[in-house]
């Protein structure tokens, strides 16, 4: 049970555009969400979060939203730069299960010069 | 800060033979580990939750005989392979949690992959 789904496995932008990577979860009583970059044979590291009781969170080129009634988040990354290809995953967690994080199955970002 | 180093970064070992692999937070104290492992294009799935002096707690379907999980310190937690197969094959990260930090994030190793010939 894919309790954390990203359905787009791959996303194509030139340059300079807007990349939009979508989630979506199943389970309601997920209260935290975070958006990790993962390039070949790295680990993830740690891009931006969004706590449930916020529906927008902003650093610097990512905004990730949250929209809770349709169990959707995305992130934006504006502008789009070469250096930002990579896999991204978006992962969730509920308070009750402390930090462990249920990871979606990536989505392959590949911004064209 | 934060960062968490994964040994050995790569490794090919024999079926049947064992095999660990060390997960250390160089800059800080993790109380909590996590062993993470990931099949080539899918998800990262977690094997198991590691706290520090304590037995670790394994997510449903994971071998905790085959998985065996250490962690003596306060930096420093182990994954060993026992009797490997093929099919344990796979890319192992391990992640920590850094106390005081941003809820739930974790700081991930670079990650090991293992091949088991």
């Known amino acids: 049970d894919q309790q954390v789904k990203q359905n787009s496995p791959s996303l194509s932008v030139q340059e300079g555009r807007i990349s939009i990577l979508n989630c979506d979860y199943t389970n309601s009583m997920f209260d935290y969400f975070l958006w990790y970059k993962k390039y070949p044979a790295e680990g993830p590291t740690f891009l931006i979060s969004i706590s449930s009781i916020k529906d927008k969170n902003e650093d610097g080129r990512f905004t990730v939203f949250l929209n809770k009634s349709a169990k959707h988040l995305s992130l934006h990354i504006v502008p789009s730069q070469p250096g930002d290809s990579a896999v991204y995953f978006c992962a969730a967690s509920e308070w009750s299960s402390g930090d462990k994080l249920t990871f979606g199955t990536g989505t392959r970002l590949a911004v064209r010069p | 800060g934060a960062v968490v180093s994964q040994h050995p970064s790569r490794v090919i070992c024999k079926s049947g033979t064992s095999v660990k692999i060390e997960c250390r937070s160089l800059d800080f104290q993790a109380t909590t580990m996590f062993w993470y492992r990931q099949f080539p294009k899918q998800s990262l799935m977690l094997m198991a939750t590691s706290n520090e002096g304590s037995k670790a707690t394994y997510e449903q379907g994971v071998e905790k005989d085959k998985f065996l999980i250490n962690h003596a310190s306060l930096t420093l937690s182990t994954l060993t392979v026992t009797s490997a197969h093929p099919e344990d094959s796979s890319f192992y990260i391990c992640?920590?949690?850094?106390?005081?930090?941003?809820?739930?994030?974790?700081?991930f190793g670079p990650g090991t992959r293992l091949t088991v010939t």
């Open positions: 992640s920590a949690s850094q106390p005081g930090q941003g809820l739930y994030e974790q700081y």
